[in-house]
């Protein structure tokens, strides 16, 4: 009976080794391909983790953190908000931050245009702990406005800002440090959450996620849409306007590693992904180690349903780690978690 059971227990154990690694993506054959053309890649910013656009102006707001150099304990002063001209052959630029002291070192960032303002919230991490900072934008500076924080926020790693006192963020993590946050990732236990906060208090708005990543609403405010990366799905919600409240609508496989989530005018959905999740751990360890790169086009149809496409698939010599995509005017814009780059591409 002893023996039975060992033998149960270590195919168990030979069962969910194999189906993680294939889950990580790791028998995956990469091809590179792009559904456009290589325009320029820019090199001046590290970590061009995610991205906004004020479509309006034609602006592309970069988030730029040395991830590399943070890891290693070092400095990293060229981290900031930076921000890209697409009406001119400008190279990107960083913006001063007015009124803020201490480290700055964005994540994830979202943009807000009300009545005639323009705000720029951004996830900071920093010696201090990690918080959301809320900026005014206004003649090429970041002004700024108020400090978020709060216990629940123990991971913040994107949000999404639906007004300028209210937002929803995603922690990527149930736990900040320590065994289990590395046994949420290397068991898939779906401890990480959707934050809301209603001007007033914080609230989980959904739980149950592996590795809560991108986060983003329909052009209508109506939905919501989330990625949950080693879940390696995207997650689709009705939005209740008035309270924040969500009702899950759908759960799309898309079988990588998903990260942020961009829509354009049109209401399709573009989300950076790691086809290769365990090569992307080793990208992070070491500049050297290539990780595959993947763009994802999902557009939504009736009767909630979509088509994926895969924009752009690339083994990582040209760009490793991509974590976002944005598009404007026929192009397409695909920032990295790591490198010094960002690349600009015009689409077919």
């Given at each position: 009976?002893?023996?039975?059971?060992?033998?149960?227990?270590?195919?168990?154990?030979?069962?969910?080794t194999g189906s993680t690694i294939?889950?990580?993506g790791s028998f995956k054959t990469?091809?590179?391909?792009?559904?456009?053309?290589?325009?320029?890649?820019?090199?001046?910013?590290?970590?061009?983790?995610?991205?906004?656009?004020?479509?309006?102006?034609?602006?592309?707001?970069?988030?730029?953190?040395?991830?590399?150099?943070?890891?290693?304990?070092?400095?990293?002063?060229?981290?900031?908000?930076?921000?890209?001209?697409?009406?001119?052959?400008?190279?990107?630029?960083?913006?001063?931050t007015n009124n803020y002291s201490?480290?700055?070192?964005?994540?994830?960032?979202?943009?807000?245009?009300?009545?005639?303002?323009?705000?720029?919230?951004?996830?900071?991490?920093?010696?201090?702990?990690?918080?959301?900072?809320?900026?005014?934008?206004?003649?090429?500076?970041?002004?700024?406005?108020?400090?978020?924080?709060?216990?629940?926020?123990?991971?913040?790693?994107?949000?999404?800002?639906?007004?300028?006192?209210?937002?929803?963020?995603?922690?990527?993590?149930?736990?900040?440090?320590?065994?289990?946050?590395?046994?949420?990732?290397?068991?898939?236990?779906?401890?990480?959450?959707?934050?809301?906060?209603?001007?007033?208090?914080?609230?989980?708005?959904?739980?149950?996620?592996?590795?809560?990543?991108?986060?983003?609403?329909?052009?209508?405010?109506?939905?919501?849409?989330?990625?949950?990366?080693?879940?390696?799905?995207?997650?689709?919600?009705?939005?209740?306007?008035?309270?924040?409240?969500?009702?899950?609508?759908?759960?799309?496989?898309?079988?990588?590693?998903?990260?942020?989530?961009?829509?354009?005018?049109?209401?399709?959905?573009?989300?950076?992904?790691?086809?290769?999740?365990?090569?992307?751990?080793?990208?992070?360890?070491?500049?050297?180690?290539?990780?595959?790169?993947?763009?994802?086009?999902?557009?939504?149809?009736?009767?909630?349903?979509?088509?994926?496409?895969?924009?752009?698939?690339?083994?990582?010599?040209?760009?490793?780690?991509?974590?976002?995509?944005?598009?404007?005017?026929?192009?397409?814009?695909?920032?990295?978690?790591?490198?010094?780059?960002?690349?600009?591409?015009?689409?077919?």
């Amino acid at each position: 009976m002893k023996k039975k059971a060992l033998i149960i227990f270590l195919l168990g154990i030979i069962y969910f080794t194999g189906s993680t690694i294939i889950d990580a993506g790791s028998f995956k054959t990469i091809k590179n391909e792009f559904s456009g053309e290589l325009l320029q890649i820019y090199e001046s910013m590290s970590g061009t983790e995610d991205m906004d656009i004020d479509r309006e102006n034609g602006l592309l707001f970069i988030s730029s953190s040395d991830r590399w150099a943070l890891r290693n304990e070092k400095t990293a002063p060229n981290d900031g908000i930076y921000i890209l001209d697409l009406e001119s052959k400008d190279s990107p630029k960083k913006l001063e931050t007015n009124n803020y002291s201490g480290d700055f070192h964005p994540h994830g960032i979202s943009f807000l245009k009300k009545d005639s303002a323009s705000f720029l919230f951004v996830v900071n991490h920093n010696s201090k702990g990690d918080f959301v900072e809320l900026f005014k934008f206004e003649k090429d500076q970041l002004y700024h406005q108020r400090t978020f924080s709060d216990p629940m926020m123990c991971c913040p790693n994107d949000l999404v800002a639906v007004d300028v006192d209210k937002f929803y963020v995603t922690n990527d993590h149930g736990n900040k440090d320590g065994l289990m946050r590395v046994l949420e990732d290397y068991l898939k236990i779906a401890s990480s959450y959707l934050l809301y906060f209603d001007g007033t208090e914080y609230r989980k708005a959904y739980e149950g996620l592996n590795y809560a990543n991108g986060v983003a609403i329909s052009n209508d405010g109506q939905q919501l849409y989330l990625t949950h990366t080693t879940g390696r799905q995207m997650l689709t919600f009705d939005r209740k306007s008035e309270t924040g409240y969500l009702d899950i609508k759908s759960t799309l496989e898309l079988g990588s590693g998903v990260d942020n989530i961009t829509v354009d005018e049109e209401g399709n959905i573009w989300i950076g992904a790691h086809p290769k999740l365990f090569s992307f751990i080793e990208h992070s360890k070491d500049p050297a180690k290539n990780s595959p790169s993947e763009l994802l086009k999902v557009t939504p149809h009736e009767s909630n349903t979509f088509s994926i496409e895969r924009v752009f698939t690339n083994d990582g010599s040209q760009l490793s780690g991509s974590s976002v995509g944005i598009t404007y005017k026929g192009e397409v814009f695909i920032g990295v978690v790591f490198e010094n780059k960002l690349l600009r591409g015009k689409l077919n």
